[in-house]
């Protein structure tokens, strides 16, 4: 079975600063999603960025990008420039082909500060 | 356009007593999943619809978990005989183009 691990229960960062949030997965599969959602305190969650395992480029949206190593089987988010509006729980979640259900990580914390 | 919806918001119960979760999917999207967040948690699957045919439930905890999907859109998840572990934030999101977008969850509280 699929597995996703967050290491990091809770993460600190200083406004306009960069943050690193880590997430490994375990899976036999070759083809696969990755994603990366932000839940606030509203608890809407929000994708923020997605990462299709067959693309060797790392996915990058605005001022989040990830490190995809497929390899190490590992999915980091970066946040640059954070914003207060950054601070949310994050999950990193694994899927398969179109259409199945989605494998969740704990989730980390991220507080920002001004 | 219109996003995911659910409700209600918000849902108290006391022990015992049966409850229905309403989720409204992004229209045009054939797939659509429950999962559950308890405290503090992650989201743990419940189970999937894919157009007409039967749903995945391997997620589901008990019997006393249902769910149902009428014509292919709205979907409703039935807890009958609420515990108080049933406590959690319900989540419902449809599926379109390999990724989810989530609603705003139920929370329920089984007193």
């Known amino acids: 079975a699929q597995t996703v691990t967050q290491s990091q229960p809770e993460m600190s960062v200083q406004e306009a600063e960069t943050v690193t949030l880590s997430c490994t997965y375990d899976?036999?599969?070759?083809?696969?999603?990755l994603f990366w959602y932000k839940q606030p305190p509203s608890r809407q969650m929000i994708l923020v960025i997605r990462?299709?395992?067959?693309?060797?480029q790392n996915a990058t949206e605005n001022r989040f990008s990830v490190n995809f190593q497929k390899a190490a089987k590992s999915f980091s988010l970066k946040i640059s420039d954070s914003q207060l509006g950054d601070a949310a729980m994050y999950f990193c979640?694994?899927?398969?082909?179109?259409?199945?259900?989605?494998?969740f990580g704990a989730g980390t914390i991220l507080r920002v500060k001004s | 356009g219109a996003g995911v919806s659910q409700s209600p918001s918000n849902k108290v119960t006391e022990k015992g007593k049966d409850v229905e979760l309403r989720c409204d999917p992004i229209?045009?999207?054939?797939?659509l999943y429950w999962y559950r967040q308890s405290l503090g948690q992650g989201l743990e699957f419940l189970i999937y619809?894919?157009?007409?045919?039967?749903?995945?439930k391997s997620g589901l905890p008990s019997d006393r978990f249902s769910a149902e999907r009428t014509g292919g859109s709205v979907s409703t998840l039935t807890i009958q005989r609420t515990q108080q572990e049933d406590s959690a934030v319900y989540l419902c999101?449809?599926?379109?183009?390999?990724?989810?977008?989530f609603g705003p969850g139920t929370r329920l509280l089984v007193l």
């Open positions: 619809f894919q157009g007409n045919s039967a749903p995945d």
């Open positions: 229209s045009g999207h054939t797939a």
């Open positions: 990462q299709e395992a067959y693309k060797q």
């Open positions: 899976t036999s599969e070759s083809d696969y999603y």
């Open positions: 999101a449809s599926g379109g183009q390999e990724t989810q977008y």
């Open positions: 979640a694994y899927g398969m082909e179109y259409g199945n259900k989605l494998v």
